[in-house]
């Protein structure tokens, strides 16, 4: 039996208790040991709660799914290891034992039936782990980088549409490109070396192709017809009167004419080349019809014809309009338009408009800071400027401080760089170039095209009728029934 250290002395096999010391030759053995069974138990432990949907919370999520399996395939790996490390302790034992044979059998049956229950924990393991890694909380909130994106995606139409259903290709290999970019992503955040502003998707070019995501849900070929949009907004006075513009949207898709048949029609290809990776300056698009037969190419008038090859060339997708449908940000006008329109902050308030633009425009340096400042700084004003307000409309005033700062956390983020404008939206052309990147009527046919010269349109009828541009009370809405009762 043992006997005392020496490079001779190698301790024998246990003969009565061989599978015990074949797993304890090694210490990286035993470690394992320790560790599948520690994450097996733990697991089993967690399980129960996942199931009672207590894991609401994206930590314990991370420590039940990917922490736990990590530990238990790291103790199912150091076993063999460990038993390869011992080999020599091993082979001695045997040389000792009478009985090998039994002793061979019974190993074999433990390992047999070790592997059987450990595949079977494993594999309910990983599948509980991809799911959890699929989940909008992983997403979002575990890597708390895209805190930006979570937060716009709680409110609007996707809030319910998963992360991964935008963002992954389906299928497996849509499936482990996205893992391996997420382990790349893990990296730069354990570095804490991701880049802030976090890229918008199309700049990193990381968006799975539309085709795959948003075409899964909407087809291209439905038509929307004509849409009617009612954007409401304030003017800076004291009464902050109401504003209205009407736009009808000649949005159309399938066979009725229109912006998506435009683009997205049968056989339409739109390709354009892009100097900056967030596609803002396009010099270059050439349009497609293959039903007609036709292509015509559009440069601007200051494209150098050589330097466009070079460039990265794309094919026009859902996203390259509607580039934000789901992280949405505004510039602090729009969002006080927003606020005042829903009642967050109250039109009743003199001169709020004004003040809430401004208020949100200043700058501060921190979540903490603008939570103690923004609602301080609109009350200061009325306390200042209006204290009979102040007396009277006190709660009117609190509440909409509140909504102020709420608007504000929407859309800053100090600790990523994300800042008012930071990620322009592409569908439109008011707040940033949009439409007009290329309906500016200075993208123009090339001669090779023959005929005469053509540029792609910014007629103000082509896109949608324009029934009101910020007027009060207009008679659009008024023939409709659309205006408020007072
Ligand atoms: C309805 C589809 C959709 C859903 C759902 C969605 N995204 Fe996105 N996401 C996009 C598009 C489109 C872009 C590209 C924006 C661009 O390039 O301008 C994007 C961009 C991003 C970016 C890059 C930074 C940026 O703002 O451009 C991150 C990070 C991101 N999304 C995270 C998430 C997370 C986390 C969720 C779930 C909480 C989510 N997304 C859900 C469509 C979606
Ligand atoms: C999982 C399904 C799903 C996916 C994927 C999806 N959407 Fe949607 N989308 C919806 C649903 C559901 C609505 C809401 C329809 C409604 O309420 O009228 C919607 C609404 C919209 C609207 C109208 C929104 C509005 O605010 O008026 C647009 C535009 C849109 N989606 C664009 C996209 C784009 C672009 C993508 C890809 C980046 C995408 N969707 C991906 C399901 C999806
Ligand atoms: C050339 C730009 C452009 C492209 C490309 C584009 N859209 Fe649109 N889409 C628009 C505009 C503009 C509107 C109208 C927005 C509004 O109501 O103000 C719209 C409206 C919509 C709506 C709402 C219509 C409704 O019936 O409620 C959906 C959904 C939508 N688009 C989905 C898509 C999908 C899916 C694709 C890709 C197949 C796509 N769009 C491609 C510009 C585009
Ligand atoms: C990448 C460049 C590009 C962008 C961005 C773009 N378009 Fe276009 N658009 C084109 C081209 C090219 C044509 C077709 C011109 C032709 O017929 O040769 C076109 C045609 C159209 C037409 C049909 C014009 C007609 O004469 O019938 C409409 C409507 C339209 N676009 C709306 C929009 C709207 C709305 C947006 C923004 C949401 C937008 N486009 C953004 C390139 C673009
Ligand atoms: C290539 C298509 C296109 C052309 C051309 C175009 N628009 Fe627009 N316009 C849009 C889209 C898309 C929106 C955004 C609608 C939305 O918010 O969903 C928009 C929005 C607007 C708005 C509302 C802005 C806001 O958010 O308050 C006004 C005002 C407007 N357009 C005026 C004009 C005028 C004036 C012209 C002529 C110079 C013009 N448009 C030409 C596509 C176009």
Redesign the pocket.
């Known amino acids: 039996m043992p006997n005392a250290s020496g490079p001779d002395r190698i301790p024998a096999l246990d003969d009565k208790r061989p599978v015990l010391s074949l797993l304890t030759s090694h210490w990286l053995g035993m470690l394992g040991v320790a560790l599948v069974t520690t994450a097996g138990c733990s697991w089993l432990f967690v399980l129960p709660l996942h199931m009672r949907g207590r894991v609401d919370n994206p930590y314990i999520g991370l420590l039940a799914f990917i922490g736990i399996p990590m530990v238990f395939f790291l103790g199912l790996l150091l076993i063999p290891v460990g038993m390869y490390l011992g080999k020599r302790r091993i082979v001695r034992g045997f040389a000792v034992v009478p009985n090998r044979r039994a002793i061979f059998q019974r190993v074999a049956l433990f390992i047999g039936i070790m592997t059987a229950i450990n595949l079977v924990i494993g594999s309910q393991l990983t599948y509980r782990a991809v799911e959890q890694m699929d989940t909008?909380q992983f997403?979002?909130q575990s890597c708390h980088v895209?805190k930006?994106?979570?937060v716009s995606?709680l409110t609007g139409t996707?809030q319910k549409?998963?992360?991964v259903?935008?963002?992954i290709t389906p299928g497996a290999s849509g499936w482990f490109a996205a893992k391996i970019n997420g382990a790349h992503q893990l990296r730069l955040v354990a570095f804490n070396s991701f880049p802030r502003?976090?890229?918008?998707?199309?700049?990193?070019n990381r968006?799975a192709p539309s085709a795959e995501?948003?075409e899964q849900c909407h087809s291209r070929e439905r038509s929307s017809g004509s849409k009617l949009r009612v954007i409401t907004g304030f003017k800076d006075d004291q009464a902050n009167t109401r504003i209205d513009t009407v736009l009808m949207m000649q949005v159309g898709g399938g066979k009725a004419a229109g912006i998506h048949s435009a683009h997205m029609g049968a056989g339409v290809e739109i390709r354009y080349a892009a100097t900056d990776s967030?596609r803002q300056t396009i010099p270059w698009v050439e349009y497609h019809d293959a039903a007609k037969g036709q292509t015509r190419s559009y440069v601007t008038a200051d494209a150098k014809p050589d330097a466009i090859g070079s460039l990265p060339h794309y094919t026009m997708q859902c996203?390259d309009c509607?580039?934000?449908?789901?992280?949405t940000f505004d510039l602090p006008d729009k969002a006080v338009d927003k606020a005042m329109a829903t009642g967050d902050i109250a039109a009743s308030l003199p001169f709020a408009h004004k003040t809430g633009v401004a208020v949100l425009k200043a700058s501060y340096t921190s979540d903490e800071e603008a939570a103690q400042k923004i609602p301080a700084a609109f009350e200061a004003f009325y306390r200042e400027k209006y204290p009979e307000v102040a007396a009277k409309q006190a709660d009117d005033i609190r509440r909409s401080g509140a909504a102020l700062l709420a608007a504000w956390q929407r859309n800053v983020f100090p600790e990523f760089r994300v800042t008012w404008g930071t990620?322009?939206n592409?569908l439109g052309h008011s707040d940033s170039p949009g439409c007009f990147r290329c309906h500016d009527e200075s993208h123009n046919t090339v001669a090779a095209d023959g005929g005469a010269k053509k540029a792609i349109s910014q007629d103000c009828g082509l896109c949608h009728e324009t029934l009101a541009v910020e007027e009060t009370k207009p008679a659009i809405l008024k023939s409709l029934g659309l205006l408020p009762a007072k």
């Open positions: 909008n997403c979002g895209m930006p994106e979570f995606h996707h549409v998963a992360c259903d935008c963002h502003p976090l890229p918008s998707g199309l700049a990193s968006l995501t948003c967030t996203a509607h580039n934000r449908p789901t992280h990620y322009p592409n």
